[in-house]
Every structure is written in C-alpha cells, then in structure tokens.
C-alpha cells in the first residue's frame, strides 16, 4: 500500500502548486502530447470534458489511472445520455473521474452513432465499471464490447427495448394490462 | 493484495470443498436482512459462500426517466424517494447541481441550514443503519434506542419542513423556507442529548463481545481493491482510505468547519463499524458549529425568475406574482451544459449528473447512489464468508434499495 492512501491522521495530503495540474491543463497537455486520444476539450461550469474517439477509450483510461500526478484511479461515475433519434451521433457515454490522491475530477465523452453502439469496456481499468455499464446497457442498449458480464440490471431480463432512450414513452409502448 | 482483473465477476473457484457438494440458494428478496427487496444467488458449499451474486431491480420505478418530464424544481421531490434514510443528502446533490448550472450564489443562512439538517440527517441514517445492522447480527434492543433517537430528528426536520420521511426542504436557490421560532432551541436540546446516548450505544454494541466476534475480520476489503470497486464514504474509510469530499471539494461552506474524519484500517464489518460511530460524533460537532454561525439574513437566493417570491411580496408587487406565475406554469430556463455535482451523503459519494439543452426540463438526470455502487462490491467481500456473515457484511454496507433501484 503507498503512503498516499494510508492517511492514519487528520490530515489532507499536501501537493505543492508546481506539481497540481488542473483538470482544464491536463485535457490541454494531453491534447498536445496525445492528439489521437483527444477531439476536443470543453471547459464549461468550472468542470472540464474531454472528447474521446471511442477506439481510444481504453488506452486513454488506463494512461489516465497509472500516470504519476494524474492518477485517476477512482471511477466517480459512468452514464448514458440520448440525443433524440434524429441526432447523429445520438448516444453519448460519459465517465467522471477522479483521483482519491490528488482529488480532481475530469469527464471523458465517447459518442456513438445508432447503428453501431458499441465501446469497449473499461472495467479492465476499474472494477467498479461493471455495475455502471450493465445499467447502461440496460437503460440505453450501448454494448460495452469485452463486459465480463453484460446483462440488464434494473429492468428485467425479458424487458423489450431501452427505457432512458427518447423514443421509449414514459408509460411503455403497451397499456397495462392484466390479461 | 488486489486481485487479477481477470476475475470479475468472481467464477466458480473453489478454495475449499469440505463436503464436495455445491448447493444454489436464493436469499431474498424477502429477507428481512436484505434491508429492502434484494435477492442474492448464494454457491454454497456446506456454510460457506463460494459466489454471491446480487440481483437487483425489485424497486425499479423509471425516476432517472421521470425527471425528463418534469421541470427542474419538481425533480426534488422525486430525489427524497431514493435513498429514503438521507432525503435532505439527495436533496441537496440535486439543487446544486442545477444552482451550478444557473450559477446562483446562495445567502449563507441557507447554506448554514443545509450544512445543519444534513448533518443531523446522517445522523439519523446512521441511527438506523446501527438499529438494523445489530439487529441482523442479533443484538435487537439497540434497535429501539436507535429509533427512540431518530424519532427526535424526525420531528426537527418536521418542524423545518413539514415532512417526516420526504421532507423536500431545499429549493432551487436556498430553502423551502426559513426554520421556525424556536428550532435553534430544540436542537440544542437535541444536541445535549445525543452524546448520552452514543455513550450508550458504545456500552451496548461497541463493547459487546458477541458483537465483536461477529464482525471482526470479517467481509474483509482492502483499500487498493476498495478503491477499485469505487466504494465510497464510511466503506471507504473503513479499509483505510482517507477521504471525504466534504474535505477534498467542499461545498456548501463545509471548509469552514472543523471535523475530524474518521478513518479505521482494518477493512473488515468492525471498522466500517467503528467510522460510522464516530462519524455520528463528528456530525455532532458540525452542527454544534452550524448553530453558532447562524445569523439573521435571507433564506432565499436573489434571483427573481428561479426563487419564488414571499407570499407578501407577491400581494403587494405585481413583478413578483408576474415572476410567480411564470416559475409555476411554465418553469425557468435553465442554460445548455453538463455539470456533475458530487456530495459526501451518509453512504459514500451521492454524485448528481444533470445535462441541460436549455429549457424548463432536464435532458437527462443521473444518479450516481453510492448504495448501488457499495453492492456491486459484495461479491468480493462475500467470498469465502460464510452464510451467517452475509447479513453482517451487507450491514456494514448500509445499502439502501430505493437508491439502488432508483
């Protein structure tokens, strides 16, 4: 265990200013370094996205959790959000990061076109993506491509269609019925 | 100490087949340790647990999908129906993520309430989770001086808002309205009260040796593997991990407190334990400080087309029953973008998604329920445990079904 974690006192861990990057510097370096990895940073609302093509996602994953002074090993979050069936591209999957080290937090976006939701999985990255993808999968049909185990979540299993996609109505496609 | 990734979710490995039979069992969703209809698929091998698996959804009511059909200041009170032991926690998440999205400042008073009825709301979940967690280890009177303490809390956020268990007392922009005459009064009464009574809980259960036996080394995590899963809050900081976004990304003026974090290494149902005990004494000497900053001022934001306006006001002023009207039927417009509001709820790291194309209506609300990420992990705190332990291992997590389910 590295001492970072370990905090035994009432302490924060103290990082000097030459080494804290703010989110908003980190999206810009890696735009610079890693041009592939990113299509575009957002700053909006003091929170700041990163778009990332989704082939790149596991790549830009894993180089987020293990490089020193970013250190993203804590993934905060991981939903989906539809667009409306007339947009393209119409799903878009964003994962909040954070780092239980230097507490700062980043947003990565992945956008999927309708015909092909399919992005890797990043619960070879964190664990704690399983659970998030499956509910994702269940609410939106986004396949998590290498999910140890995709299956819907909250729905039941023989549940027609994606209940959080735009063109699903509130109340189902049926009336209720008891019959 | 962490485990391959390969092994996710946990197969069929076997450690140790001392009868060489495997037997499937369903626990749940009935079960009245399963705090709320969870099922749980147990590979038993004799009494020991080779594979937990959980299956949730029993309480699934579409509130994520809700929110997209209701204006942003009816979506409060669909975020007191989640997690149901912490409404003012959900509360909170949910109106500033959209003040985030409005950029509103909030008048002190109202981020003093806040901090105050949401720390006595923690108190009054962990009053329950140490009811119910002794219980299901077998120590039932605890349970009834829980309650007797819970019920004192109650009737607070009752005279604030008016609500028992769904309370919905904070508003875009500040509050529902201010605290009645008195109220300081009756938390200090409070306040005087509860050390008493957690010095009686400490005699009852943390000195209790069957207790400790029952809990000690058991549902064992470690802080690498504990972070990995994305637990958060006591979960967290039981396994030794020392973090609370309350300290990390204040919010709500919570830097301006003193308080201790509780932190315990052992990573086992006793240090989980141990961090909620004394995480109730730290909430304690919150709002004990709440109290001694609140001073007379406003409760509401100044930001006519978001707050509504005071009754008086709006017989009197014809801008203010304009604005009124507006706010009711048609709602305020909320600025396109996407903002994730996280706060440190009784249960871990309560995180508030909200993305807006413009509008009275959210294009998509999520939450982040730190229950249901705390329960993806018990299949790796189950293994190897055995059945009897299952109870005292979901305890430790306090896991709420509402929040789980959504």
């Given at each position: 265990m590295s001492e970072n974690i370990l905090q035994p006192n009432d302490s924060t861990p103290q990082i000097t200013a030459s080494e804290m990057m703010t989110p908003s510097q980190i999206a810009t370096a890696l735009q610079r370094e890693h041009p592939e990895w990113v299509s575009e940073v957002v700053d909006a609302f003091g929170e700041t996205t990163i778009f990332v093509p989704r082939e790149q996602i596991i790549a830009l994953c894993a180089h987020l959790k293990a490089t020193p002074g970013l250190e993203f090993d804590f993934l905060s979050d991981l939903c989906g959000f539809d667009r409306g069936p007339e947009e393209e591209p119409r799903f878009e999957v964003n994962y909040h990061l954070f780092s239980t080290k230097r507490h700062h937090r980043l947003r990565l976006k992945v956008l999927l076109n309708e015909e092909d939701v399919h992005v890797s999985s990043v619960a070879a990255v964190w664990r704690t993506a399983n659970w998030h993808e499956r509910e994702t999968y269940d609410l939106f049909g986004v396949i998590f491509d290498d999910h140890p185990d995709l299956r819907r979540i909250l729905l039941p299993d023989d549940w027609q269609g994606h209940a959080l996609r735009k063109d699903f109505p509130l109340r189902g496609y049926e009336p209720y019925s008891l019959e | 100490?962490?485990?391959?990734?390969?092994?996710?979710?946990?197969?069929?490995?076997?450690?140790?087949?001392?009868?060489?039979?495997?037997?499937?069992?369903?626990?749940?969703?009935?079960?009245?340790?399963?705090?709320?209809?969870?099922?749980?698929?147990?590979?038993?091998?004799?009494?020991?647990?080779?594979?937990?698996?959980?299956?949730?959804?029993?309480?699934?009511?579409?509130?994520?999908?809700?929110?997209?059909?209701?204006?942003?200041?009816?979506?409060?009170?669909?975020?007191?129906?989640?997690?149901?032991?912490?409404p003012l926690g959900n509360n909170l998440a949910y109106v500033m993520a959209v003040e985030k999205l409005l950029q509103i400042e909030i008048p002190e008073r109202a981020q003093v309430i806040r901090v105050m009825t949401c720390e006595l709301q923690r108190i009054a979940s962990h009053l329950v989770w140490l009811g119910t967690h002794a219980l299901d280890i077998g120590a039932m009177t605890v349970f009834f001086y829980c309650f007797r303490e819970?019920?004192?809390?109650?009737?607070?956020?009752?005279?604030?808002?008016?609500?028992?268990?769904?309370?919905?007392?904070?508003?875009?922009?500040?509050?529902?309205?201010?605290?009645?005459?008195g109220f300081e009064r009756r938390v200090q009464q409070f306040q005087n009260e509860l050390p008493k009574a957690l010095d009686e809980f400490d005699k009852l259960v943390t000195g209790n040796r069957i207790f400790q036996k029952r809990t000690q080394g058991i549902g064992y995590i470690s802080a690498e593997d504990?972070?990995?899963?994305?637990?958060?809050?006591?979960?967290?900081?039981?396994?030794?991990?020392?973090?609370?976004?309350?300290?990390?990304?204040?919010?709500?003026?919570?830097?301006?407190?003193d308080f201790e974090i509780p932190v315990e290494q052992d990573g086992d149902v006793w240090a989980r334990y141990l961090v909620r005990m004394r995480e109730m004494r730290e909430s304690h000497k919150i709002v004990q400080q709440a109290l001694s900053r609140l001073q007379p001022g406003s409760v509401k934001a100044d930001a006519p087309k978001v707050v509504l306006p005071d009754r008086e006001a709006m017989k009197t002023h014809m801008d203010a029953l304009i604005h009124h009207f507006l706010i009711i039927a048609e709602g305020f417009d909320v600025p396109a973008g996407e903002v994730y509001q996280p706060i440190e709820a009784s249960k871990g790291e309560l995180g508030v998604y909200i993305k807006s194309t413009g509008g009275p209506k959210p294009a998509r609300v999520h939450f982040r329920g730190p229950s249901f990420i705390n329960l993806s992990a018990l299949p790796q705190l189950a293994r190897g445990a055995m059945v009897a332990d299952i109870v005292a291992i979901i305890g430790s997590l306090d896991i709420v079904l509402g929040e789980i389910d959504r």
């Amino acid at each position: 265990m590295s001492e970072n974690i370990l905090q035994p006192n009432d302490s924060t861990p103290q990082i000097t200013a030459s080494e804290m990057m703010t989110p908003s510097q980190i999206a810009t370096a890696l735009q610079r370094e890693h041009p592939e990895w990113v299509s575009e940073v957002v700053d909006a609302f003091g929170e700041t996205t990163i778009f990332v093509p989704r082939e790149q996602i596991i790549a830009l994953c894993a180089h987020l959790k293990a490089t020193p002074g970013l250190e993203f090993d804590f993934l905060s979050d991981l939903c989906g959000f539809d667009r409306g069936p007339e947009e393209e591209p119409r799903f878009e999957v964003n994962y909040h990061l954070f780092s239980t080290k230097r507490h700062h937090r980043l947003r990565l976006k992945v956008l999927l076109n309708e015909e092909d939701v399919h992005v890797s999985s990043v619960a070879a990255v964190w664990r704690t993506a399983n659970w998030h993808e499956r509910e994702t999968y269940d609410l939106f049909g986004v396949i998590f491509d290498d999910h140890p185990d995709l299956r819907r979540i909250l729905l039941p299993d023989d549940w027609q269609g994606h209940a959080l996609r735009k063109d699903f109505p509130l109340r189902g496609y049926e009336p209720y019925s008891l019959e | 100490m962490s485990s391959s990734v390969a092994d996710i979710p946990p197969q069929f490995e076997v450690v140790d087949r001392p009868l060489d039979t495997q037997m499937t069992i369903s626990m749940g969703p009935q079960h009245p340790s399963t705090h709320g209809v969870l099922r749980l698929e147990l590979v038993l091998d004799g009494e020991m647990v080779v594979k937990a698996t959980p299956d949730i959804g029993y309480l699934h009511t579409g509130m994520e999908k809700l929110f997209e059909y209701r204006k942003y200041q009816q979506g409060i009170v669909i975020t007191d129906r989640m997690d149901y032991l912490n409404p003012l926690g959900n509360n909170l998440a949910y109106v500033m993520a959209v003040e985030k999205l409005l950029q509103i400042e909030i008048p002190e008073r109202a981020q003093v309430i806040r901090v105050m009825t949401c720390e006595l709301q923690r108190i009054a979940s962990h009053l329950v989770w140490l009811g119910t967690h002794a219980l299901d280890i077998g120590a039932m009177t605890v349970f009834f001086y829980c309650f007797r303490e819970r019920e004192k809390i109650m009737n607070l956020i009752e005279a604030a808002s008016g609500g028992r268990l769904t309370p919905s007392y904070f508003r875009i922009g500040g509050l529902m309205m201010d605290i009645p005459a008195g109220f300081e009064r009756r938390v200090q009464q409070f306040q005087n009260e509860l050390p008493k009574a957690l010095d009686e809980f400490d005699k009852l259960v943390t000195g209790n040796r069957i207790f400790q036996k029952r809990t000690q080394g058991i549902g064992y995590i470690s802080a690498e593997d504990a972070i990995d899963w994305g637990l958060s809050g006591p979960s967290l900081r039981g396994s030794g991990v020392h973090l609370d976004i309350r300290r990390v990304n204040p919010y709500s003026g919570y830097e301006k407190y003193d308080f201790e974090i509780p932190v315990e290494q052992d990573g086992d149902v006793w240090a989980r334990y141990l961090v909620r005990m004394r995480e109730m004494r730290e909430s304690h000497k919150i709002v004990q400080q709440a109290l001694s900053r609140l001073q007379p001022g406003s409760v509401k934001a100044d930001a006519p087309k978001v707050v509504l306006p005071d009754r008086e006001a709006m017989k009197t002023h014809m801008d203010a029953l304009i604005h009124h009207f507006l706010i009711i039927a048609e709602g305020f417009d909320v600025p396109a973008g996407e903002v994730y509001q996280p706060i440190e709820a009784s249960k871990g790291e309560l995180g508030v998604y909200i993305k807006s194309t413009g509008g009275p209506k959210p294009a998509r609300v999520h939450f982040r329920g730190p229950s249901f990420i705390n329960l993806s992990a018990l299949p790796q705190l189950a293994r190897g445990a055995m059945v009897a332990d299952i109870v005292a291992i979901i305890g430790s997590l306090d896991i709420v079904l509402g929040e789980i389910d959504r």
